[in-house]
């Protein structure tokens, strides 16, 4: 199990590392992670919601994400509240207090979870959350020390210390767990380390004396290698890519922004620049604004207005830049936003954007889905896209009616199963493109096409392309870059395991 002093210490990226070095050293690997509070999701091949930390960790697995990786999903809406994701399927909408009360129940669906993994892979990787010192959370945990308990799971704990008071949080996390907790644990890493290594020896010595708990390694800083944030607090490191850009993305930074990392494509292009926008001041003149997806519609929306971005967004889209709306940036672009039984919002009618025909219902179930298919619309953004293949997921709650005419999209298969429908919708200059499918830009032909429709707008010729990042190659960059700076001859003795 992979625990951390705090979130963002790098559990996450860590755990994806060991389920690729696990897997490539001839084990049968599944992540696993109890609860996860992210606005970052992903859909299993069955239609089921997971955190995308877990899918990313599957994939370094090398298996399908299944809805037993991460049982819980909160993913944190308006007002202190969340939806609550059980087993890949919205169960509840819950403040913190009521959310304690389901936790007795949940707990034997996580530990039912986590013994199917157990009993059918070899090895299953656990990623904690947050940190398990918390001393106000920890009678009703069920993602930390409790999870290692129950599977007597050996623990490694990490700090990061680009942050600083790294040794800190590690003595001090220790010094807070019971000591059946501290049994557990059978190593500190220390991640993000920038800087001479020979430095740390002291620290390094202290640490281990304090604790009696060896140092199991040191993990250098690195921004090379491309694996996807599974939170916000990533958002910091990419705020741009190309610094000289032939094409200027303004991706709206909502406060409830989710499933941000449909633009790490966006940001690899050569000749792309993307900004994640906050406010009127940051808006500049972009040649493209999108407005990405998002967990809380209405308020988001609200939050446009207040701050004078949804004005904006409108002007420009009159200067003729182009507008595309992804999931909940689609519903915002319509005339109307409906919510007859309150699953937004407490108002049952709220005024869209106006830059698509549409209108939008609310509806208390939740679509998930990964879906196949294809353009049968090609004009404006999507000119010279005919028949081009993409493939997508969805997760929204509700409907959007494109206003008289099919949209762009031909959808062919949802979830494995072959369907005939039809998704999105543009304006008529085809200049405003609203879409549900999240993983839009992850479709190399359909996203050149776009850019080179930009580009040529502005009389400028876009940078011939690069290959595409190739996940599998990155997974085992990473793999490589822990496997040399963590002791693994330690790690393969506290499981019991020989390398």
């Avoid at 619309?377 to 008289?404: K, N």
Wanted: glycine letters at 10%.
């Amino acid at each position: 199990m992979v625990q951390g002093t705090s979130s963002h210490a790098g559990k996450s990226i860590l755990a994806a590392a060991l389920c690729r070095i696990f897997a490539r050293d001839g084990y049968q690997v599944a992540p696993f992670k109890a609860q996860n509070m992210s606005l970052n999701s992903f859909v299993t091949p069955d239609g089921g919601e997971i955190g995308r930390a877990q899918a990313v960790q599957a994939a370094a697995a090398m298996v399908e994400p299944r809805v037993e990786m991460n049982p819980v999903l909160l993913k944190p809406e308006a007002e202190a509240r969340s939806q609550v994701v059980v087993m890949g399927r919205p169960r509840a909408v819950k403040s913190a207090r009521e959310y304690h009360t389901m936790k007795p129940a949940i707990w034997e669906e996580v530990t039912a979870a986590l013994d199917s993994l157990r009993a059918e892979f070899d090895v299953v990787v656990i990623e904690g959350a947050g940190s398990p010192a918390e001393i106000n959370l920890k009678q009703s945990d069920i993602v930390n020390m409790r999870v290692a308990l129950h599977a007597q799971a050996p623990v490694l704990l990490v700090g990061d210390i680009d942050r600083g008071g790294v040794f800190a949080q590690l003595v001090g996390t220790m010094v807070l767990l019971d000591p059946e907790e501290q049994a557990l644990v059978k190593g500190h890493v220390i991640n993000k380390f920038r800087g001479d290594p020979s430095l740390l020896t002291s620290g390094l010595e202290f640490l281990e004396e304090r604790t009696g708990v060896p140092v199991a390694g040191v993990i250098p800083w690195f921004s090379d290698i491309q694996v996807p944030e599974e939170d916000s607090l990533g958002l910091s490191a990419a705020l741009t890519s190309d610094a000289a850009p032939v094409v200027d993305v303004a991706v709206m930074r909502l406060p409830h922004i989710a499933n941000f990392d449909d633009f790490d494509p966006l940001r690899h292009e050569p000749g792309v620049r993307v900004r994640f926008v906050g406010s009127v001041e940051a808006f500049g003149s972009p040649d493209l604004v999108v407005i990405p997806g998002s967990k809380t519609t209405v308020d988001d929306l609200d939050w446009l207005r207040a701050g004078g971005l949804a004005d904006r967004i409108v002007a420009a889209r009159g200067e003729e830049t182009p507008v595309i709306g992804i999931c909940a940036g689609y519903q915002m672009l319509g005339r109307e936003l409906h919510d007859p039984e309150g699953v937004e919002s407490r108002r049952p009618v709220t005024e869209g954007l106006g830059l698509l025909p549409t209108s939008t219902t609310f509806l208390k179930e939740k679509v998930t889905h990964q879906v196949k298919g294809r353009v049968v619309e090609a004009r404006g953004l999507l000119t010279g896209c005919q028949g081009v293949d993409l493939t997508a997921y969805e997760i929204h709650m509700g409907v959007s009616l494109p206003g008289g005419t099919p949209g762009p999209f031909l959808v062919e298969r949802q979830s494995g199963e072959q369907v005939d429908s039809s998704d999105g919708a543009l304006d008529d200059e085809g200049l405003t493109l609203g879409t549900y499918f999240h993983g839009l830009f992850h479709n190399r032909e359909l996203r050149r096409g776009i850019l080179r429709g930009i580009a040529a707008r502005k009389g400028a010729s876009f940078p011939p392309p690069t290959d595409d990042i190739d996940p599998d190659a990155e997974y085992d960059k990473l793999a490589s870059l822990v496997r040399e700076h963590l002791d693994m001859h330690l790690v393969y003795r506290v499981m019991g395991l020989e390398p």
